[in-house]
């Protein structure tokens, strides 16, 4: 079985900072993609951040600035450091893995979430 479990969430005041974590276990036969997304009430899921296992990233545009992406391959764990959030950053902020080979498929995985709350 494969799990994603994310941590770092909670609530911050606006301007503060936190470091969500994804781990991955389970039998995955190599981890090609993992990302943050989120959703936030009344709004559709959206894309946070991508990173490839070249390290390759790419954000949505109006976090490029505040949010950085980085994985651990050897952990298989993934990371979203978040500066200077917004009340508009609160959401539920979810992992996603892209899995698989050629030979034996390809899968998509998610995390079940972690709440991040910016508020004074």
């Known amino acids: 079985q494969v799990q994603l479990v994310e941590s770092g969430g909670g609530s911050v005041q606006p301007g503060g900072s936190l470091r969500l974590s994804c781990a991955v276990s389970g039998d995955i036969a190599r981890i090609n993609l993992m990302g943050w997304f989120r959703q936030a009430p009344g709004k559709q899921r959206e894309l946070v951040a991508a990173?490839?296992?070249?390290?390759?990233?790419n954000y949505a545009d109006s976090l490029k600035d505040r949010f950085t992406i980085s994985r651990d391959n050897a952990k298989n764990t993934v990371y979203l450091q978040m500066n200077s959030l917004k009340p508009e950053d609160t959401a539920v902020y979810y992992c996603?893995?892209?899995?698989?080979?050629?030979?034996?498929?390809?899968?998509?995985?998610w995390g079940q979430g972690t709440l991040v709350t910016v508020s004074s």
């Open positions: 990173i490839n296992r070249r390290n390759y990233t």
């Open positions: 996603k893995i892209h899995s698989g080979t050629p030979s034996e498929g390809y899968r998509e995985v």
